[in-house]
């Protein structure tokens, strides 16, 4: 359900859903963002040649919970995280976790960058009112890298897709 004030005031109502970390068996759109769900469909629609990186994800409003319970919902991560399969690019230990959580607040942090506060502007939605979900995923080494639009960002155009 949407509701809407005024131009600068929309509200997107969900259902209640869980916040924290979830495993890829859990993403549902409701809950997590447009990647990590297609990471969830490419796992289930690729042959197994094709390796899909492991991955855990943030749920929208999880940081939010996390403010409120900071203690909990940092150990919660942090178990879902070692107990996952994701492999880990540095050292063994403590120290992995340390990296891991500097990299989810940075995450966070880009809520509030310049690029995310115009792109709220222009799409004409109040900047409190969004919420992010992360996702964790495995780091490899690949031959290539490049990323796909399944809209074209230059024109805006959703009947093209765009890569670079």
């Not at 916040?19 to 409701?30: H, V």
């Amino acid at each position: 359900m949407v509701t809407v004030k005024n131009a600068y005031d929309v509200r997107i109502v969900l259902p209640p859903a869980p916040t924290g970390s979830l495993s890829l068996d859990q993403y549902t759109a409701i809950v997590v963002g447009a990647k990590s769900c297609n990471i969830q469909l490419l796992s289930s629609r690729v042959p197994t040649w094709i390796k899909i990186p492991m991955s855990v994800a943030l749920t929208f409003g999880a940081f939010e919970t996390a403010l409120l319970d900071k203690v909990n919902k940092t150990c919660e991560l942090e178990h879902k995280i070692r107990s996952s399969k994701l492999p880990w690019p540095v050292d063994e230990g403590n120290e992995r976790w340390s990296y891991a959580w500097q990299a989810i607040k940075k995450v966070w942090a880009s809520k509030w960058n310049e690029r995310a506060f115009l792109s709220c502007q222009k799409a004409k939605l109040n900047h409190e009112n969004i919420c992010m979900a992360v996702l964790i995923q495995e780091v490899i080494c690949g031959d290539y890298a490049f990323v796909i639009h399944t809209k074209n960002p230059l024109s805006g155009d959703a009947t093209e897709i765009y890569a670079e």
